[in-house]
T-cell receptor
């Protein structure tokens, strides 16, 4: 079983749609949680950190449920430019994880006009 | 450009050859990480440095791989006796020790082993 699991998609949605991605992680000692965005053949870029209280950045909302070890990302009013792979990422401070990031395989989003 | 830089951006080599990649982190970032990404997968951690000390190495890092950060600034990743399975994107990231420790990635070096 992978440490971070995501639905690979692809999610094909029209412009203006709302789309939600889910992610689960296996290490209950994980301390930090992120969503990264990766465009085709480019490096990952931090989209947003994820907090237990939930956080919002414009059209993007992230949620963390530590009890269920579940992370989500909601994108409202999808734009063509949102087309990318969205990577769910966790990191921890325990002996096993150190400060490394553990990535899911990514969820592909395609927004169409 | 003050971001993370990597060189070369692309490398094609024949099986059995040695290759070396360089990463220049964001200035004053004291942590530097190496990851490897294959098609359809997320990046996988290889190793990381705090200043010049290599603090963690993944089990993925076989004895053919070696990484250095001699002066706590740039880092090199060498792969000896390359194999076709080494073909991947090699990503470098840097961060500043802080409460957030956000990692910023370089553009990567794409390695193709023929």
């Amino acid at each position: 079983r992978k440490e971070v699991e995501q639905d690979p998609g692809p999610f094909n949605v029209p412009e203006g749609a709302t789309v939600a991605f889910n992610c689960t992680y296996s290490n209950s000692a994980s301390q930090s949680f992120f969503w990264y965005r990766q465009d085709c053949r480019k490096e990952p870029k931090l989209l947003m950190s994820v907090y237990s209280s939930g956080n919002e950045d414009g059209r993007f909302t992230a949620q963390l449920n530590r009890a269920s070890q579940y992370i989500s990302l909601l994108i409202r009013d999808s734009k063509l430019s949102d087309s990318a792979t969205y990577l769910c990422v966790v990191s921890g401070q325990d002996m096993e994880y150190g400060n490394k990031l553990v990535f899911g395989a990514g969820t592909i989003l395609r927004v169409k006009s | 450009d003050t971001g993370v830089s990597q060189d070369p951006r692309h490398k094609i080599t024949k099986r059995g050859q040695n290759v070396t990649f360089r990463c220049d982190p964001i200035s004053e970032h004291n942590r530097l990480y190496w990851y490897r990404q294959t098609l359809g997968q997320g990046p996988e951690f290889l190793t990381y440095f705090q200043n010049e000390a290599q603090l963690e190495k993944s089990r993925l890092l076989s004895d053919r791989f070696s990484a250095e950060r001699p002066k706590g600034s740039f880092s090199t990743l060498e792969i000896q006796r390359t194999e076709q399975g080494d073909s991947a994107m090699y990503l470098c990231a840097s961060s500043l020790v802080s409460s957030t420790d956000t990692q910023y990635f370089g553009p990567g070096t794409r390695l193709t082993v023929l």
